[in-house]
């Protein structure tokens, strides 16, 4: 709990992980990693220093798009477990002071919703508004230019009924009509259901993205082809970011703060300009958290990173928490994108993303420095990327089993079990010889936590950029003073040194040594003293 306010926002300084269920851990021999194996693994989160888990959705689905494709938004999908694991988790990890985030996807439904399964009977069905129809456009086809997340038109035609569904996904996955009020009904009565069973809060999948404009005007084109903005050569202008979803955020934030404590919405927010993302916090009224895609999305250097930090504190309102991650399901692991396999590096990335002010989300095996797996064609899971070229890759390279052991099957699942994709042959990117290793990645990670929870825990610490030359960046966080040198060259520190706590270099740095390539150091002050705490 916090000090400041009893847990009124335990999220400020804390540390999120999310955790990929279905490659956790897997307890009956199916391949795929369920809930009760994340119960059998608490331990090892609560010793990591975690404060509250986000798990990848556990709500039935056909898996077209593994979970993303919501079937029933009350229930536990069968291959993960049930509403008792579920209760069972959450009543465990709140035992050993952690919460439980669900994953909510709320801009579209499975087409194997009952919903949708009654909308697709004629036009007159009842729940036909629930979904975003439209007829051909005047000269006959689609009704806009759209194009969904393969690089194909957004729509579908139903032949029987004689209009176009929009799916801003695979088309499976029918989008939701926010214009219709049965649907804020619905969903209203959605989150009460888990709130009330204990869920701290939920991740909101496509925050960004519930309202389209009400013309289904064309999308124009891009002037930029960055992952946030010129996918497929078009800006989301009118199918994302319609004003009216601030509307829904606000209505789901006084459900959240009429239970004690408050809980959390956390949004998927993939947009490019900060001023937006700043948006959806709104004036303390709408998401308490927005995810910054343009700090996971910069390049892996010191004066783009600090860049995008120094932009986004001054663009958010007063009071309004930061969260900063650099991994997911989507966008792959930062070890291999922004490191290259380098654990330099990587210790680095771990450096600043647990010194940072605000929340802190750490992708499963972030932990242990785990990069993407190479997953051959004919093993690939994603039906998204199988289907067209919007992903660089298939998004199961960042999505395969956490590595426990250095056993075959990486002590996910039962030796001589096939699981559900594979687990790559990294034998140092592992669990147990990591945690027998006090100098490896994970004890690493695991003392900045610490730190972290020491230093910057239950606040919104002030941040004081002192350099971002060169390599070099330099910052002030509540009682930190850290230096990360992400270059190639020494770099000298900024004034007056202190004493270095943690250090990449087998011998840390004398005071007033410049910092070696990709090397990093930090100090606490406390008064006018400098005291390690290792």
């Not at 949708?116 to 629930?130: H, K, L, Q």
């Not at 439209?134 to 006959?140: F, I, T, V």
């Amino acid at each position: 709990m916090d000090e400041n306010d009893g847990g009124q926002r335990w999220w400020h300084g804390a540390v999120l992980y999310q955790l990929y269920v279905r490659s956790w851990l897997d307890t009956n021999g199916d391949g795929y990693g369920d809930l009760p194996g994340i119960i059998e693994r608490l331990d090892y989160l609560s010793w990591l220093g975690v404060d509250g888990i986000w798990l990848s959705p556990t709500m039935p689905s056909p898996d077209q798009d593994w979970g993303y494709d919501v079937s029933d938004y009350l229930g536990v999908h069968p291959e993960l477990g049930t509403l008792a694991d579920l209760d069972r988790l959450i009543a465990d990890a709140g035992a050993r002071g952690m919460r439980v985030l669900l994953d909510l996807v709320p801009n579209h439904t499975s087409t194997a919703h009952p919903w949708f399964v009654d909308a697709v009977t004629g036009r007159d069905a009842e729940f036909r508004d629930y979904y975003v129809w439209a007829d051909p456009a005047p000269g006959g086809g689609p009704p806009s230019n759209w194009l969904d997340a393969t690089g194909q038109s957004a729509w579908t035609w139903h032949e029987p009924t004689g209009q176009y569904y929009l799916h801003l996904f695979l088309d499976s996955q029918a989008d939701l009509n926010w214009r219709e009020p049965a649907v804020h009904r619905e969903f209203d009565e959605i989150v009460r259901f888990w709130f009330d069973r204990g869920v701290a809060g939920f991740r909101i999948d496509v925050a960004h993205g519930l309202y389209k404009d009400a013309e289904l005007r064309d999308n124009p084109p891009a002037a930029t082809t960055d992952p946030l903005g010129g996918r497929f050569g078009q800006e989301q202008t009118y199918s994302a970011n319609r004003p009216e979803t601030h509307g829904v955020f606000r209505d789901w934030r006084k459900i959240a703060e009429s239970y004690q404590p408050p809980r959390l919405l956390l949004g998927e927010t993939w947009v490019r300009d900060l001023a937006t993302l700043a948006g959806y916090y709104g004036h303390d009224d709408e998401l308490q958290l927005a995810f910054n895609f343009p700090f996971v999305f910069s390049r892996f250097t010191a004066q783009d990173l600090s860049g995008v930090v120094g932009a986004t504190l001054a663009r958010l309102p007063a009071g309004a928490c930061p969260v900063w991650t650099s991994s997911n399901h989507d966008v792959g692991r930062f070890p291999t994108r922004w490191c290259g396999g380098d654990e330099r590096k990587v210790r680095l990335a771990l450096l600043v993303l647990a010194t940072l002010p605000g929340t802190t989300v750490l992708y499963y095996g972030d932990e242990i420095g785990m990069t993407d797996v190479r997953v051959p064609v004919e093993l690939r899971r994603d039906h998204m990327s199988r289907q067209g070229t919007g992903w660089d890759g298939s998004r199961d390279r960042g999505r395969t089993p956490i590595r426990w052991d250095a056993s075959p099957s990486a002590g996910f699942t039962a030796d001589g079990v096939t699981p559900w994709l594979p687990v790559g042959d990294a034998a140092d990117q592992n669990v147990a010889s990591q945690r027998d290793d006090p100098a490896s990645v994970l004890w690493f990670c695991r003392s900045l936590l610490a730190l972290r929870h020491a230093e910057l825990r239950g606040a919104i610490a002030p941040y004081e950029l002192l350099t971002a030359d060169g390599g070099l960046w330099a910052y002030r966080a509540g009682g930190l003073t850290v230096a990360a040198n992400l270059s190639d060259q020494p770099a000298a520190l900024p004034g007056p040194s202190g004493e270095i706590l943690l250090s990449t270099a087998a011998e840390p740095p004398a005071p007033g040594e410049p910092l070696g390539p990709w090397q990093r150091s930090e100090e606490r002050r406390v008064g006018k003293e400098c005291r390690s705490r290792w």
